[in-house]
């Protein structure tokens, strides 16, 4: 009977222990599960990075693409300020004729005018073919080579210095004009435009 009883105590030892350990090591698990990472949280921080980045790429495409249309508009808008009104006779449009009128009387006024003293009222253009194939030498030749007063092709006798000068004004005038100009067609069509009766109707130096 005596024996009996040590082994059920020795029996209620054993039990006890394997209840405590049992406890310890489950202990343990809960409070290494506690440290592990949520795998859930994990992905939507991964998930919300990768959205960052998309959106900042998103918007550096978007104002790449809102520059490149931007550009694009400011061409377009040259293009139609090129040509926004009805053609002429000569294939250029009367605004652009319109400019060109003012370009060269503001440089003759400066360049030839005023320089010699001659009163705006009592200047009158020259009559002479001659000379205003003097300036479209001159002209054609800037759009050729881009020289300034070449007379290179000029097969005929040259003006008198104060013509040529008058010339040359009218010449300042016409490139100013030019490099405001983006269709070279206009460019071009000038130099079959007749400007000897162009000039003298359109640029007067009396108002």
């Known amino acids: 009977m005596k024996r009996f009883r040590i082994r059920n105590g020795v029996a209620a030892i054993i039990i006890i222990s394997m209840v405590i350990v049992a406890g310890c090591g489950k202990g343990t698990s809960s409070s290494t599960d506690d440290v592990k990472p949520d795998k859930d949280t994990t992905a939507v921080e991964e998930n919300d990075t990768k959205d960052d980045a998309n959106d900042q790429q998103d918007s550096e495409d978007a104002k790449a693409d809102s520059s490149e249309q931007e550009q694009q508009g400011d061409v377009a808008d040259g293009d139609d300020a090129a040509g926004s009104s009805e053609l002429n006779e000569y294939g250029i449009p009367e605004d652009l ?63 008198e210095d104060s013509v040529c000068q008058l010339m040359n004004s009218i010449f300042d005038g016409m490139v100013e004009w030019e490099q405001t100009v983006q269709k070279k067609a206009y460019k071009l069509a000038i130099t079959t435009s007749p400007m000897s009766k162009l000039i003298p109707e359109n640029i007067d130096f009396t108002d």
């Open 97 to 159: 004729m319109q400019e060109l009128y003012d370009c060269v009387k503001e440089s003759v006024l400066t360049g030839y005018i005023e320089p010699n003293g001659i009163d705006p009222a009592e200047f009158q253009w020259p009559g002479d073919d001659v000379v205003w194939h003097y300036l479209a030498i001159m002209y054609l030749n800037y759009l050729s080579t881009g020289s300034i007063y070449d007379t290179t092709n000029f097969g005929f006798e040259k003006p």
